[in-house]
């Protein structure tokens, strides 16, 4: 297959923000086609080092490819929630930076047959690693209807999940769903032409996180990249929709608190300190010129936050 290298959306900002020390080690944990790790690589000294991680074994072999000109790398196939494990293994912490370009990226919706993009027909699989055993089909042919409502309006934020999600079990009594053409059209049947690209686009999004398990993954691998940072290393996200953003969000907030008591108590009780500091006070957003050029670029919010304390041995 030929390789098509996508630009990485906010690249020179988010590198700029991650990279500190030349010579330190940074995780890549969402490798995708390597763009973003490229950069990265660029940036370092050969005594840097850059860990990337991907769930997609194609993603892997394709980024390898891209990056076989840096000897200080690794590449390894995994969810970015268990990157501890990678760490471990390679025996490289603590880290110096870790960097998010979360969601589906280019090099997924190009995989026609894995059905993540609603504009051409393919089977409803939607994984990322391709090994697991859930796929798109399974929940939309095997989950109940309350399961299926509150997936399509939570994750997907979408106003019709309620019909969406009656019509998806109705559909599949008499057949089941096998492709993102039979998707496509109960989705269409209750929105109609009018608002089909906006509801496909969040119908498709909510069974991609559920299938992924991404809003999960997503809390517990920020707080694993927290306890493997050493002092002064970074955390840098892009996210692409509110539900990414609002888990950042939170967890930076979090961590950069020395107080969570209760408005009405004269003394603070709590002990908590502040852990990180804010280095985005609001979410940084591309230009005009790289939307124009990079269309993907349209909805990305990017944040980061920096340890302020130090790195504690578990």
């Known amino acids: 297959m030929d390789i098509v290298y996508h630009q990485p959306v906010l690249a020179e900002v988010a590198v700029g923000y991650l990279v500190t020390d030349l010579n330190g080690i940074y995780v890549d944990c969402t ?31 394709n980024s390898n490819k891209r990056l076989k000109g840096f000897i200080n790398k690794s590449l390894r196939q995994t969810f970015y929630d268990q990157l501890d494990i990678a760490l471990h293994q390679l025996e490289k912490y603590p880290v110096d930076g870790f960097f998010y370009d979360l969601g ?39 989950y109940g209807l309350e399961s299926l409502e509150r997936i399509i ?42 608002k089909l690209q906006k509801s496909l686009a969040r119908v498709f999004q909510a069974i991609r996180i ?31 929709h509110s539900l990414e953003d609002r888990i950042v969000k939170e967890f930076f907030r979090y961590k950069a608190l020395d107080c969570i008591c209760p408005d009405n108590l004269p003394d603070c009780v709590c002990d908590k300190v502040a852990e990180m500091r804010l280095l985005t006070r609001k979410v940084i957003t591309p230009s005009m010129e790289e939307i124009r050029s990079n269309p993907r670029a349209r909805s990305a919010r990017l944040r980061a936050a920096e340890k302020i304390v130090p790195f504690v041995q578990n």
């Open 31 to 61: 490798l995708g086609g390597g763009g973003h790790g490229h950069l990265i690589l660029q940036k370092l000294s050969l005594k840097g080092f850059l860990i990337g991680l991907d769930a997609d074994g194609d993603a892997i072999e």
């Open 104 to 142: 589906l990226s280019s090099f997924h919706v190009d995989q026609v047959k894995r059905g993540f993009s609603y504009q051409v027909e393919a089977p409803l699989d939607m994984r990322f690693d391709q090994g697991q055993k859930l796929t798109a089909a399974e929940v939309l042919n095997d």
């Open 153 to 194: 309006r939570e994750y997907g934020e979408e106003n019709y999940w309620r019909p969406i999600a009656a019509k998806i079990v109705k559909n599949r009594a008499v057949a089941k769903l096998k492709t993102t053409r039979d998707l496509v059209e109960i989705v269409r049947s209750i929105v109609g032409e009018r």
């Open 210 to 240: 559920e299938v992924n398990k991404e809003l999960e993954r997503l809390k517990n691998s920020l707080e694993l990249a927290f306890q493997y940072s050493k002092e002064g290393a970074r955390i840098v996200t892009i996210s692409y």
